[in-house]
T-cell receptor, first 114, second 114 residues
Framework: EPEVTQTPSHQVTQMGQEVILRCVPI?????FYWYRQILGQKVEFLVS????????KSEIFDDQFSVERPDGSNFTLKIRSTKLEDSAMYFC????????????FGPGTRLTVT | QKEVEQNSGPLSVPEGAIASLNCTYS??????FFWYRQYSGKSPELIMS????GDKEDGRFTAQLNKASQYVSLLIRDSQPSDSATYLC??????????????FGKGTKLSVIP
């Protein structure tokens, strides 16, 4: 059964540095999402991406964040200048055509900002 | 502000018993609801989806939805120690033009005692 994959599994970076988190969604899925989960807290929506553009973003997704699907397969989340409070698990998710279908999550990237 | 509320637990049940997990949501427009299981340090794993009022059964799991009461529940029959995890309730919101997002509750921690 196809799965969402994410790299790296763990990223440690210094405050102020840029990070790029990568996701390979399930092929032929059309809707892509990023969520994050700060340790001990709930999973929070960051952004949805459909038809090669952002379709929805949360208040968390400020100018420091960007998403891209550069080559039709990878889906990336970039944080331009990381802050301590960006330390969290970041999950990529996707679902097929209707958008109302179940969202399947990747294994996540643990980002630690020091 | 869309909210999904869950009792954080922990909920402890003996092996073989029925575990009952509950969730309420605030957004009356939400039409799709999901239960995810999350083991410590892992990503959410989809276990059930429910879209219509009533019950939906899948193996040992039964999801129940009551849109009038804005209430979703999950029953786990014949609970096993491997069911010990945090169970996340999620409601799907749609705000147009491919804009879907899941709002998660904080999760209920379930412990199944052998």
């Amino acid at each position: 059964e196809p799965e969402v994959t994410q790299t790296p599994s763990h990223q440690v970076t210094q405050m102020g540095q840029e990070v790029i988190l990568r996701c390979v969604p399930i092929s032929n899925h059309l809707y892509f999402y990023w969520y994050r989960q700060i340790l001990g807290q709930k999973v929070e929506f960051l952004v949805s991406f459909y038809n090669n553009e952002i379709s929805e973003k949360s208040e968390i997704f400020d100018d420091q964040f960007s998403v891209e699907r550069p080559d039709g397969s990878n889906f990336t989340l970039k944080i331009r200048s990381t802050k301590l409070e960006d330390s969290a698990m970041y999950f990529c998710a996707n679902n097929p055509g209707t958008g109302e279908d179940e969202q399947y999550f990747g294994p996540g990237t643990r980002l630690t900002v020091t | 502000q869309k909210e999904v509320e869950q009792n954080s637990g922990p909920l402890s049940v003996p092996e073989g018993a029925i575990a009952s997990l509950n969730c309420t949501y605030s957004d009356r427009v939400s039409q799709s609801f999901f239960w995810y299981r999350q083991y410590s340090g892992k990503s959410p794993e989809l276990i059930m989806s429910i879209y219509s009022n009533g019950d939906k059964e899948d193996g040992r799991f039964t999801a129940q939805l009551n849109k009038a009461s804005q209430y979703v529940s999950l029953l786990i029959r014949d609970s096993q120690p491997s069911d010990s995890a945090t169970y996340l309730c999620a409601a799907l919101s749609y705000s147009g033009a491919g804009s879907y997002q899941l709002t998660f509750g904080k999760g209920t921690k379930l412990s199944v005692i052998p």
